[in-house]
């Protein structure tokens, strides 16, 4: 993670309230989307991306834009997921197509599923950083532990994008 997005990761979360610094942890949001659902929302990005690199004159603010939108990927199926398990019937996941394909369907059939998992995993982390008696502690745990987890979610959304690739 570059030093540019955590910064601006900070101004973002201040700007909603959060305190700077404290630790979050959103456990539905580190679910894994399987690469080849992923690569259902902005299919062009990869083609884009390749013709962009090519060109003589390398515009990269196009090249840093197409690349969030590769990385709003697993998070747009985390969100639809969470909106489907509490609105299955809401209108306007009636109207996306994308999350009509069978993958799709498999999915968000999956997700409560693997959302309980890990938020039994978060409480039990909970758990275990109490024992510790001092808050500062405790928060370096529980931090230490849901970074573990980021990691590994990102290392394995990485490896099956590549295996996507290949």
């Excluded at 690569?39 to 013709?51: G, T, W």
């Excluded at 394909?101 to 995993?121: D, I, V």
């Excluded at 980021?150 to 295996?163: A, F, G, K, M, P």
Aim: with cysteine.
């Amino acid at each position: 993670m570059n030093l540019t997005f955590v910064l601006q990761l900070q101004a973002v979360c201040a700007l909603a309230g959060f305190y700077v610094g404290e630790q979050y942890s959103v456990p539905w949001a580190t679910t894994d989307v399987p690469a080849e659902l992923q690569m259902q929302i902005f299919p062009f990005v990869e083609d884009a991306l390749a013709n962009l690199r090519q060109a003589p004159d390398t515009n990269y603010g196009t090249i840093n834009f197409l690349e969030l939108l590769q990385l709003l990927r697993g998070y747009f199926w985390q969100v639809i997921a969470a909106i489907h398990e509490s609105f299955p019937d809401s209108a306007p996941l009636k109207r996306l197509q994308v999350i009509q394909s069978s993958e799709a369907k498999m999915f968000l059939q999956q997700w409560p599923r693997a959302r309980e998992a890990l938020e039994a995993t978060a409480q039990s982390d909970l758990a275990i950083s109490s024992s510790f008696g001092e808050a500062a502690t405790q928060s370096a745990f529980v931090s230490l532990a849901n970074s573990q987890r980021q990691s590994d979610t990102t290392i394995n959304t990485i490896l099956s994008h590549c295996n996507w690739l290949l």
